[in-house]
């Protein structure tokens, strides 16, 4: 009796994880299940968690009434304060790069220009000259791109095209993608902060903002740690606190800690196996759901040092003709991935979502979302972080979106009930071939995969559908 009671406490706490039937980087099913060796856990842990969760309700009733110039304000008053260098970046300049890169067609550029109109763009930090730009100039660590929550007329506005609001709108999708490309042609990482992210998550985007510049308050190198396998109690409030996107639930979970305190310093958490065929060879495929290092904190080698301690376990337990590989999906907003003898495979298409009235992000595509209407102070107080960060739009703005016959606009519908779009800049998605062998084509073994992934984003309500098809259909165009 005891025993089920405490499953049921345990239980009402309820963590997505990421799963391979994802049609995006971010399709989750629920957890509920917990080992009973884990009980003895429950109270301090659920706790803990409770607290990250209130203080993340602090941040968003605190930032969610931010205009975008507060936003811009915000983010140069902790640049400032942190002594980090930073200058603007100048319609002149952006629009020199993007023309350069030649990647673009002119009226593509025209195009982007006139959607950058609210946004602020930054060269941030410390860094290498390039050979491209003035060297007063060119000395940053990374760009950054202030994304402001935008409604859908001031993006039709943009555009000056009222009469089709479906291009307008698939052509801002495609902005920060866009402009993602054209930095990497001059190996320039840009960062997109969305208004959203910054009032919801400012100690994790400072944090990260850091590390970028290369100013962490803690730098630990991973012979200096201890890499042990730890539970689902230990990581997940762990991730709470210091992955942007929260937490979830997995198979396996490595850690590191610092020798010299102690200290859990980073969390690596892995899927269970799928078993694969590619190009006719068996693989054991896994993914890595999660990574992160504590706020403030930079582990060189952290990440290449449980990836092994991760092998190594899954390595003794396979036959010899079985190979291994791990995929994992990166959210592009933060740049794109730098983690060693891992190779990119695909990026996919922008997906749409939605900032309601209150500030906070809700969204379309996924399953096990957690409807949530605009009155967040109501709603909000009994979930968790992972469950705000995976909200989606209210039940009855769904099952209007899934009539059979629309009479506006699916972008235009949102934007009635008070959401306005925003877009991630294209999920990046990379995989590590274990002992891969000389000369092997990792492009090759992905292709001809049986099981495989989905290659596009889908969705079975009508109107989300539809959107998905817009800004499918603009790269056509």
Not at 9 to 37: D, H, Q
């Amino acid at each position: 009796m005891i025993l089920m009671m405490m499953f049921r406490m345990i239980s009402s706490y309820r963590p997505i994880i990421y799963t391979w039937s994802l049609v995006t980087a971010f399709i989750p099913i629920r957890y509920c299940a917990v080992g009973v060796s884990s009980f003895q856990f429950t109270y301090p842990s659920t706790f803990h968690l409770n607290q990250i969760a209130t203080k993340r309700h602090q941040l968003f009733r605190q930032y969610t009434n931010l205009s975008p110039q507060s936003f811009v304000d915000e983010v140069t008053s902790f640049l400032d304060v942190d002594d980090i260098p930073y200058r603007n970046i100048s319609n002149e300049e952006l629009n020199g790069i993007l023309q350069n890169n030649n990647i673009q067609s002119k009226k593509r550029v025209n195009e982007m220009m006139s959607l950058l109109d609210n946004h602020v763009i930054l060269a941030v930090g410390k860094g290498r000259q390039t050979a491209t730009t003035d060297s007063a100039q060119s000395t940053y660590s990374f760009i950054l791109n202030l994304c402001p929550t935008t409604s859908l007329d001031t993006i039709i506005k943009q555009q000056h095209n009222s009469t089709n609001i479906s291009k307008s709108v698939a052509a801002a999708a495609y902005l920060n993608s866009d402009l993602t490309k054209a930095f990497a042609n001059s190996n320039t990482s840009i960062v997109h902060l969305h208004q959203d992210v910054w009032n919801r998550s400012p100690e994790i985007v400072q944090s990260r903002m850091r590390s970028k510049c290369g100013i962490s308050q803690q730098r630990i190198y991973a012979r200096k740690t201890k890499v042990k396998r730890i539970t689902k109690l230990e990581y997940l409030p762990f991730l709470e606190e210091n992955h942007l996107w929260g937490a979830t639930g997995a198979k396996y979970g490595y850690s590191l800690y610092n020798k010299a305190n102690d200290m859990l310093v980073a969390v690596a958490t892995f899927s269970s196996k799928r078993k694969i065929n590619r190009d006719n060879q068996t693989f054991h495929s896994f993914e890595l759901l999660r990574f992160c290092t504590k706020l403030d904190t930079t582990v060189v080698g952290g990440i290449t040092k449980l990836i092994s301690a991760f092998v190594k376990e899954i390595k003794s337990n396979l036959s010899e003709n079985t190979r291994i590989d791990i995929v994992t999906s990166i959210d592009r907003d933060f740049g794109s991935s730098t983690w060693p003898k891992f190779e990119q495979i695909e990026v996919m298409n922008p997906l749409p979502m939605f900032v309601g009235d209150d500030g906070l992000r809700r969204h379309a595509v996924g399953a096990g979302l957690t409807p949530l209407n605009q009155n967040i102070e109501d709603e909000s107080s009994s979930m968790t972080t992972s469950e705000l960060l995976r909200a989606g739009l209210p039940t009855s703005l769904m099952e209007q979106l899934d009539q059979d016959t629309l009479k506006e606009s699916p972008w235009q519908l949102a934007a009635e009930n008070g959401f306005h779009p925003v877009f991630d800049t294209g999920v990046e998605r990379l995989v590590l071939i274990v002992d891969r062998k000389e000369n092997e084509d990792t492009k090759q073994l992905w292709d001809n995969s049986m099981p495989r992934y989905v290659q596009q984003h889908y969705s079975p309500n009508k109107g989300v559908d539809q959107m998905l098809t817009d800004i499918r259909d603009y790269k056509k165009s």
